[in-house]
């Protein structure tokens, strides 16, 4: 298994038929022709694989260092859209620390709080503004 720097080179090599795999973890093909490439006969098809993104923030300064806004943050991030609209690569939202990939691992079935879940967010966002 060799890894490809360039997405355009992976990307051209995958229509020529000259790679069985493309993509994450060796490379990353451009996620405006995923598409087309799915679309393809004999094309592109998507694995769902053991991993998960994650987006740090700096919790040591305002307004992240409240625990009722990160909580709020938390919840109104809509992971099916992000899905759907930015990385378009059909990966299931994680709603636990463990890939929803991971044999036996019911975290992610339940999660442990409801995906974009706004008004609890507006909650938690109340109750921050009332204590100042």
């Known amino acids: 298994m060799s890894m490809i720097k360039d997405t355009n080179t992976e990307l051209s090599m995958f229509k020529k038929g000259e790679l069985d795999w493309a993509g994450s973890p060796t490379g990353s093909l451009p996620t405006e022709s995923l598409k087309t490439l799915k ?3 004999g094309g592109l098809k ?3 694989i053991a991993g998960i993104y994650n987006y740090k923030f700096n919790t040591e300064v305002k307004p992240l260092n409240n625990a009722n806004i990160r909580k709020a943050l938390a919840y109104s991030i ?3 859209a992000i899905v759907d609209k930015i990385t378009q690569g059909e990966q299931v939202p994680a709603m636990a620390i463990v890939p929803p990939t991971m044999e036996g691992f019911t975290d992610n079935k339940t999660g442990y709080f409801k995906d974009h879940d706004v008004d609890t967010a507006k ?3 109340e109750k921050k503004v ?3």
């Open 39 to 41: 679309k393809k006969e």
């Open 130 to 132: 009332r204590k100042n």
């Open 123 to 125: 909650k938690l966002l």
């Open 78 to 80: 809509n992971r099916q």
């Open 46 to 48: 998507i694995q769902t």
